[in-house]
Structure formats: structure tokens, C-alpha cells
């Protein structure tokens, strides 16, 4: 029997079971201990906008009219305001007239078709020698440039209605339209003022849905996912509990606060909501 090997067998059993009573005996630090049920705490919060839009133009110019006012609610595709558009529309209108005049090709499709008519019988009497070579030569050459005639009237008229489909482009850059469904947080400029590349008409805020911020210690992570429910409650007076869910759950933690970030949707279609306001919230929400 090997003796040294063992007494080295006992000494590290030995050292195992004294490593083993002293992590029961030592308290986990506060950061290790774990921690307790999500649904049992309720944590602060704030209600956000789900985005907000400096709505500009994509052309400069003078504001004719501004449609709306601070606190209006728009629409996604809402005309909200018009820059001058007299000369835009002229050229649409002399653009629209170019497009529907189709009287150059009916003309040059009439000389090819006489062209290719007369050609042809002038081949018919070639046969028979009843006509020289040089005639037959000249008609059909009349017949082929009667038929590139016709070809560039019919791109004469498709470039005309390409045209207008431009002009009416230039006329719609001046009307200024809503991305998106919300209200008018401010107004930065009235009809009268110039429109410049670098300005600003009007700040839109998307309140449906609601974003709901909410900051957890990095001990709750792992407990919370994409879809789970929560209860939010305003402050006064708005008040109330509505069901909000989790669309966003942070990966990466701020180590100095040692905290991750939770994004939930409230649903908001009447707009009844406000934004910009803080709130209480409460995991494990059924519904």
C-alpha cells in the first residue's frame, strides 16, 4: 500500500471540507446576494413620447400657410403646411399640356404607314421591272426614316409625360406632410417666413404608443423579457393602472449605477396619456 499517496488523498479531502464550511459560514456580498421576486417590488418610471420629429422640407421657400397650431393632433400623411408654389404649378400645368398632346405621333404614325404602303407596292411593280431601282430605293429609304420619325415622336411624348410626372413632383415638395400620428409639441415658424434648408417648422410628438423607461438593478437581470406585462401608474392627477409590455430589454449595464434599461409600450389610441410624465410600475402583469 503507497502510504505517501494516501496521507496527500486525506490532506486535500481535508482542505474540501474546510473550503466548504467556510463559504457556508461567510455572507455573500450585497452585489452577490440574490434577489428577490420582480413581481413583489414596484419601481420608478417615466412616461416618453415614442419619438419625436423636427419636421423640415426638402425644398426651400416661402410658407404660404401653416395648417396647424401648437397642440393640434395630426395624422400620417396630413398636409400641415404649403410653401409658395405659383411657378411649380405653372410648369405642371404647361408639363400636363405637353403630355397629353399626342397629335405628333397620329401624324408620323400616318406618314410611316403611307411610307410603307407605297414601298410596298413599288417592290410588287419592282418584280415586273415596271419601276427602276432608283425609285424602289428612294421609297423604301422614305419608309424607314417615316418609321424612325414615329419612333422619336412616341419618346417625345413618353419624356413629356416624364416631365410632368417631375413637374407634379415639384409642386408636391411644397406641400410639407406628417410622418407620423400625434400632436404638435411647438410651432417654430408662421406663414410669411422663409423656409431654409437648415429650419425647422414644426416638433411632432408620437404619444401612441407611450414609451415607459424604467431603470432595474443588474440583480434583477435575466428575470424580465420581451413581452412580459407590467401595471403603470401616473403620478397624480392623471393616476390610474394601464398594461403596458416589455419591448426592449437592455444588454449592456451602466456600471457606475449598476443598472439596465427597460423599455415597455403603453397602448395610447385616444391620446388620453400624456407624455413626459413620471410614474410607478409593477412586473408580472397579466392580460
Known amino acids: 500500500m503507497d502510504i505517501a499517496r494516501i496521507a496527500g488523498d486525506v490532506r486535500r479531502l481535508w482542505g474540501r471540507l474546510l473550503l466548504a464550511s467556510w463559504l457556508a459560514a461567510t455572507p455573500l456580498p450585497a452585489s452577490a446576494q440574490p434577489a428577490p421576486a420582480l413581481p413583489e417590488g414596484e419601481f420608478d418610471c417615466l412616461m416618453d413620447a415614442a419619438q419625436r420629429v423636427k419636421l423640415g422640407a426638402s425644398v426651400t421657400g416661402l410658407i404660404r400657410a401653416v395648417h396647424v397650431a401648437r397642440g ?21 400645368a404647361l408639363a400636363r399640356v405637353r403630355a397629353r398632346n399626342d397629335a405628333p405621333v397620329a401624324s408620323a404614325e400616318l406618314r410611316a404607314e403611307h411610307a410603307q404602303r407605297r414601298a410596298g407596292r413599288l417592290e410588287r411593280l419592282r418584280a415586273s421591272q415596271a419601276v427602276s431601282e432608283r425609285d424602289y430605293d428612294e421609297a423604301a429609304t422614305e ?107 437592455d444588454r449592456v449595464m451602466d456600471a457606475a449605477s449598476g443598472t439596465f434599461g427597460v423599455r415597455l409600450q403603453l397602448p395610447n389610441p385616444d391620446l388620453a396619456l400624456p407624455a413626459g410624465l413620471r410614474c410607478r410600475i409593477r412586473f408580472g402583469a397579466r392580460g
Do not use: C
Open 143 to 249: 419608309a424607314r426614316v417615316a418609321a424612325l420619325a414615329l419612333r422619336d415622336a412616341r419618346m417625345n411624348l413618353e419624356a413629356a409625360q416624364a416631365e410632368l410626372l417631375r413637374a407634379e413632383e415639384q409642386v408636391g415638395q411644397r406641400q410639407i406632410v406628417s410622418p407620423l400620428d400625434g400632436i404638435v409639441v411647438e410651432r417654430h415658424l408662421a406663414a410669411g417666413e422663409y423656409m431654409h434648408e437648415q429650419a425647422q417648422l414644426l416638433t411632432l410628438a408620437q404619444i401612441d404608443p407611450i414609451h415607459v423607461e424604467v431603470y432595474l438593478p443588474v440583480a434583477y437581470f435575466g428575470q424580465i423579457a420581451p413581452g412580459d406585462g407590467a401595471t403603470v401608474m401616473p403620478e397624480a392627477p392623471v393616476g390610474g393602472a394601464h398594461l403596458a409590455r416589455v419591448s426592449v430589454v
Open 72 to 92: 393640434d393632433i395630426v395624422r400620417r400623411g396630413q398636409v400641415v403646411a404649403q410653401l409658395a408654389s405659383e411657378v411649380e404649378e405653372a410648369n405642371a
